[in-house]
């Protein structure tokens, strides 16, 4: 593989569909400390979530389209080694420059994350564990990590910590969780087929396609709950205001797919994808500066 070809399957791009937790998380600190702060973000968008992507592609070496890279190169073991690269050193950063609890979150995340992927375990193949592992980690889990150790607490203060607003902390772990639980099953909606052709048993096959909507809506709804209990009553306004093209892009695709189920396609999903990430980052970047 060329670097350049190495580069495509790390998919930064992707890691800006994961950062609205981060921000989420960072705006109901309440003692945060910045340099702390932007050493977590490197260690989780920059080496972390880039290596999972690139373990991933290695052990599914897809031929069609996956999230974030239409027309995926082929792959070889220089791919491999570079998810070791970029693991070890989130790893590293995690434990000697942030926290060592810290750094064991980040461990785990990664034996999980290889557990996902590898062919040997490959969670990824069993439709409900592999959901509830992306809302968990990628989402709960995260929220966790930023909102605890970006104000150096302990992993037993979050469990009393409390929000600017006076808010169990949990709760926003809970909103991420449901957040990515919504999310997860349309970015398989368009995979079925090589999904079925790799041994994979995802959500949305389980689903079905017109299913997958349906879920995905009801569990943006228990977001939306859980927001109204955690976010205080201005920023939780704001992040339904900055939902509804979201929302309204949903409906509308779940309506042409009705008509035509191949409109259940890789650009559409992107597409979703794309909103959904630049409307919630945006979101929680005003929650942090107003």
């Known amino acids: 593989?060329?670097?350049?070809?190495?580069?495509?399957?790390?998919?930064?791009?992707?890691?800006?569909?994961?950062?609205?937790?981060?921000?989420?998380?960072?705006?109901?600190?309440?003692?945060?400390?910045?340099?702390?702060?932007?050493?977590?973000?490197?260690?989780?968008?920059?080496?972390?979530?880039?290596?999972?992507?690139?373990?991933?592609?290695?052990?599914?070496?897809?031929?069609?389209?996956?999230?974030?890279?239409?027309?995926?190169?082929?792959?070889?073991?220089?791919?491999?080694?570079?998810?070791?690269?970029?693991?070890?050193?989130?790893?590293?950063?995690?434990?000697?420059?942030?926290?060592?609890?810290?750094?064991?979150?980040?461990?785990?995340?990664?034996?999980?994350?290889?557990?996902?992927?590898?062919?040997?375990?490959?969670?990824?193949?069993?439709?409900?564990?592999?959901?509830l592992i992306v809302g968990l980690f990628q989402g709960a889990l995260v929220f966790f990590l930023v909102f605890t150790f970006g104000q150096?607490?302990?992993?037993?203060?979050?469990?009393?910590?409390?929000?600017?607003?006076?808010?169990?902390?949990?709760?926003?772990?809970?909103?991420?969780?449901?957040i990515l639980w919504a999310v997860y099953p349309l970015t398989q909606v368009y995979q079925h087929e090589a999904d079925s052709k790799s041994g994979d048993r995802t959500i949305s096959m389980l689903l079905g396609v017109k299913g997958t909507f349906v879920f995905s809506m009801i569990f943006f709804a228990f977001a939306f709950v859980v927001a109204y209990l955690f976010l205080p009553a201005f920023e939780f306004y704001r992040f339904v205001g900055f939902s509804l093209p979201v929302a309204g892009f949903l409906n509308i695709w779940f309506v042409k797919v009705l008509k035509d189920q191949s409109m259940a396609d890789f650009k559409h999903t992107m597409q979703l994808n794309v909103l959904s990430s630049v409307m919630l980052n945006i979101c929680f970047l005003l929650n942090i500066l107003w």
């Not at 069609?64 to 491999?80: A, F, H, Q, T």
Request: proline share 5%; hydrophobic share 50%.
């Open 152 to 178: 150096k607490l302990n992993p037993v203060e979050f469990l009393e910590a409390t929000t600017q607003a006076g808010e169990p902390a949990y709760l926003g772990a809970i909103m991420s969780a449901f």
């Open 1 to 131: 593989m060329s670097p350049k070809d190495i580069f495509l399957h790390l998919r930064f791009p992707f890691s800006f569909f994961l950062m609205p937790i981060y921000w989420l998380a960072l705006s109901q600190q309440q003692a945060g400390y910045t340099f702390v702060n932007i050493l977590i973000f490197i260690v989780l968008h920059i080496c972390i979530y880039p290596a999972s992507n690139a373990y991933n592609s290695y052990f599914d070496k897809d031929e069609g389209s996956i999230g974030g890279l239409e027309n995926p190169p082929k792959v070889d073991r220089k791919l491999w080694k570079a998810a070791n690269y970029f693991d070890a050193a989130g790893i590293l950063i995690a434990f000697f420059m942030v926290d060592r609890f810290f750094g064991l979150g980040v461990l785990f995340y990664v034996a999980v994350s290889r557990m996902y992927s590898y062919t040997g375990v490959r969670l990824k193949k069993y439709a409900v564990i592999s959901w």
